[in-house]
């Protein structure tokens, strides 16, 4: 799953319009962020955008591949073919729709359990 300096530094540059571009390493490779939402994550030199119904076909229409970090499992990103990604146009604009299919599919965050506050009592 590692992802070199290279390829980061390489992705970075061809999603440089995303608003508030952002990274994150993890488990060896990298997730890109827009304004603190993952849009895509980097895996051994590939790259794999977030695809859900309304975007999925395209992805489809040119064979990507699934994502799938660990044997047997798939996650809802699919890999960006090359051809787009070496364009900086296209790249922008595959980024910006798996950034809206993320934004669409976000979970809402649960609440944190705590303690009530009550305010004073009134008399």
């Known amino acids: 799953m590692a992802v070199s300096q ?5 992705c970075l540059d061809q999603f440089a319009e995303m608003p508030e571009l952002t990274f994150k390493r993890m488990f060896g490779g990298a997730g890109l962020y827009s304004q603190g939402v993952i849009f895509a ?9 977030r695809t859900d119904p309304l975007n999925l076909a395209a992805y489809q229409a040119e064979g990507a591949e699934a994502f799938a ?3 047997g499992s798939k996650m809802p990103y699919h890999e960006l073919p090359p051809q787009v990604l070496e364009n900086p146009a296209s790249a922008l604009q595959w980024g910006l729709e798996a950034y809206q299919a993320s934004l669409r599919n976000q979970q809402p965050k649960a ?8 305010g004073p009592r009134h008399s």
């Open 6 to 10: 290279d390829f980061l530094d390489y």
């Open 41 to 49: 994550a980097l895996s051994d030199d590939r790259i794999f955008l």
């Open 69 to 71: 970090p660990m044997s």
């Open 111 to 118: 609440k944190k359990k705590g303690l009530k506050v009550r």
